[in-house]
């Protein structure tokens, strides 16, 4: 008897108890699975009719104290024989309204938005594979906009289509052939625009957004093509001008987006918070292999050649020199101003091998000149005769220990190319 009476109180009481607090701790909980609230910067239409009936719709972002105290309540309530559901209602559903649910807040809105308001199609000269379309980037005020080096910047006629539709005609002001970029001028105020900073505002392994008119599939005021990546690294890459079309002697950021396409060259590469990263670089393709690199051209080095300081007869005496000394090996290249010059390959017949330098040797002096970074080395590299020894300060490990070693090597003759 006694056991029965025990289940009736707890029929009583118990499951009413629990049906009321799951009342107060579902909506919690539905609120931290769903997204984040909408940023300021968004407009997200969330009207409904009635005002009271939709906030009571609405989950709440944090128990409050009267709620807690009202749950509290309602519990001794059931306890003493009351009805739970008298204190706890269940929320109201809103019927009759279309509205639609509130969106997800992207984190790549903010920067999405800046790059499509920044950057513009333009149209020239196109010929047999040669395009005569591309994207540029507004980096000013007064109309100066930035896109890659190509056929359709060398015509009489360039076309800009601005992000509202407007068409204005270009102008080139000047280009340059180390880092493949062109800076055009419209006859229009271009109020939207990238600052372009002076220092690299991205590391290795940052989300980047790269925004261009890839196959020229927008057109007018239609935007364009967004590509998320991420970037690779910093570097420099060896673009003989019997392996491509053309080189590009400057650092450039090599990144996993899809840009090398037609159409995308000139588009802006932005972070997360919209800032300019760099510049999409024309499209780059092995002759030999048929592949293609996805990359940008660095917001420092555009800085440099808009300010007139990027030093384009220092740039190519070091890829010529680098080109014309066969010293049998090469250089491990590191991303980075500060990267330590080693030692990657050697050639199995080259003058190196036979001077015995070895993989992963440290260079540390060329002809008694300090060689702290591969700058330095490219720097003295290209002022060495090619005709001469040249004595090498190596670093290497041997054994437990590092070791310095003199290594002397006499340069193989090449040929020069035609210029």
């Given at each position: 008897?006694?056991?029965?009476?025990?289940?009736?109180?707890?029929?009583?009481?118990?499951?009413?108890?629990?049906?009321?607090?799951?009342?107060?701790?579902?909506?919690?909980?539905?609120?931290?699975?769903?997204?984040?609230?909408?940023?300021?910067?968004?407009?997200v239409?969330?009207?409904?009719?009635?005002?009271?009936?939709?906030?009571?719709?609405?989950?709440?972002?944090?128990?409050?104290?009267?709620?807690?105290?009202?749950?509290?309540?309602?519990?001794?309530?059931?306890?003493?024989?009351?009805?739970?559901?008298?204190?706890?209602?269940?929320?109201?559903?809103?019927?009759?309204?279309?509205?639609?649910?509130?969106?997800?807040?992207?984190?790549?809105?903010?920067?999405?938005?800046?790059?499509?308001?920044?950057?513009?199609?333009?149209?020239?000269?196109?010929?047999?594979?040669?395009?005569?379309?591309?994207t540029?980037?507004?980096?000013?005020?007064?109309?100066?906009?930035?896109?890659?080096?190509?056929?359709?910047?060398?015509?009489?006629?360039?076309?800009?289509?601005?992000?509202?539709?407007q068409?204005?005609?270009?102008?080139?002001?000047?280009?340059?052939?180390?880092?493949?970029?062109?800076?055009?001028?419209?006859?229009?105020?271009?109020?939207?625009?990238?600052?372009?900073?002076?220092?690299?505002?991205?590391?290795?392994?940052?989300?980047?957004?790269?925004?261009?008119n890839?196959?020229?599939?927008?057109?007018?005021d239609?935007?364009?093509?967004?590509?998320?990546?991420?970037?690779?690294?910093?570097?420099?890459v060896?673009?003989?001008?019997?392996?491509?079309?053309?080189?590009?002697?400057?650092?450039?950021?090599?990144?996993?987006?899809?840009?090398?396409?037609?159409?995308?060259?000139?588009?802006?590469?932005?972070?997360?918070?919209?800032?300019?990263?760099?510049?999409?670089?024309?499209?780059?393709?092995?002759?030999?292999?048929?592949?293609?690199?996805?990359?940008?051209?660095?917001?420092?080095?555009?800085?440099?050649?808009?300010?007139?300081?990027?030093?384009?007869?220092?740039?190519?005496?070091?890829?010529?020199?680098?080109?014309?000394?066969?010293f049998?090996?090469?250089?491990?290249?590191?991303?980075?101003?500060?990267?330590a010059?080693?030692?990657?390959?050697?050639t199995?017949?080259?003058?190196?091998?036979?001077?015995?330098?070895?993989?992963?040797?440290?260079?540390?002096?060329?002809?008694?000149?300090?060689?702290?970074?591969?700058?330095?080395y490219?720097?003295?590299?290209?002022?060495?005769?090619?005709?001469?020894?040249?004595?090498?300060?190596?670093?290497?490990?041997?054994?437990?220990?590092?070791?310095?070693?003199?290594v002397?090597?006499?340069?193989?003759?090449?040929?020069?190319?035609?210029?």
């Amino acid at each position: 008897m006694k056991s029965v009476q025990m289940a009736r109180t707890i029929g009583r009481w118990w499951l009413p108890a629990m049906a009321a607090l799951s009342l107060i701790a579902f909506p919690i909980h539905a609120q931290s699975s769903d997204a984040q609230a909408p940023a300021e910067s968004e407009t997200v239409s969330t009207e409904v009719e009635p005002a009271e009936e939709a906030r009571d719709d609405e989950a709440p972002a944090a128990v409050t104290e009267s709620e807690a105290k009202e749950a509290e309540e309602a519990g001794e309530a059931v306890r003493e024989g009351g009805d739970a559901t008298s204190t706890v209602s269940e929320p109201k559903r809103v019927e009759g309204t279309d509205a639609p649910p509130p969106q997800r807040a992207n984190i790549f809105d903010q920067a999405i938005r800046m790059a499509q308001e920044r950057t513009v199609k333009i149209y020239g000269a196109g010929i047999a594979l040669e395009h005569g379309y591309a994207t540029g980037t507004i980096i000013s005020a007064d109309g100066r906009i930035l896109t890659a080096h190509g056929l359709y910047v060398t015509g009489d006629r360039i076309r800009v289509v601005l992000p509202n539709g407007q068409v204005h005609m270009a102008q080139v002001e000047r280009q340059s052939e180390a880092a493949q970029i062109v800076l055009l001028k419209i006859d229009a105020q271009t109020p939207d625009y990238f600052p372009v900073l002076s220092r690299p505002i991205v590391d290795q392994g940052d989300w980047v957004l790269a925004v261009g008119n890839p196959f020229k599939v927008a057109d007018g005021d239609e935007p364009m093509s967004v590509n998320l990546g991420v970037l690779s690294m910093r570097a420099r890459v060896d673009t003989k001008r019997r392996a491509a079309d053309m080189e590009i002697l400057t650092d450039i950021y090599l990144i996993d987006a899809i840009t090398s396409n037609p159409g995308a060259p000139g588009g802006a590469l932005v972070t997360v918070d919209g800032r300019l990263a760099g510049v999409v670089g024309k499209m780059l393709e092995s002759a030999s292999t048929n592949t293609r690199i996805n990359y940008a051209i660095p917001n420092d080095v555009i800085r440099q050649f808009l300010d007139g300081e990027l030093d384009e007869e220092a740039l190519a005496a070091e890829a010529q020199a680098t080109r014309e000394l066969d010293f049998g090996f090469e250089l491990f290249r590191l991303p980075g101003p500060r990267a330590a010059a080693y030692v990657d390959r050697i050639t199995r017949t080259g003058p190196a091998r036979r001077a015995g330098l070895r993989r992963d040797d440290m260079i540390l002096s060329i002809n008694g000149e300090q060689v702290y970074t591969i700058r330095d080395y490219d720097r003295i590299v290209s002022r060495l005769n090619p005709e001469r020894e040249a004595i090498f300060v190596i670093k290497r490990r041997e054994g437990d220990h590092d070791a310095l070693a003199v290594v002397r090597i006499t340069p193989n003759p090449v040929e020069k190319e035609e210029q």
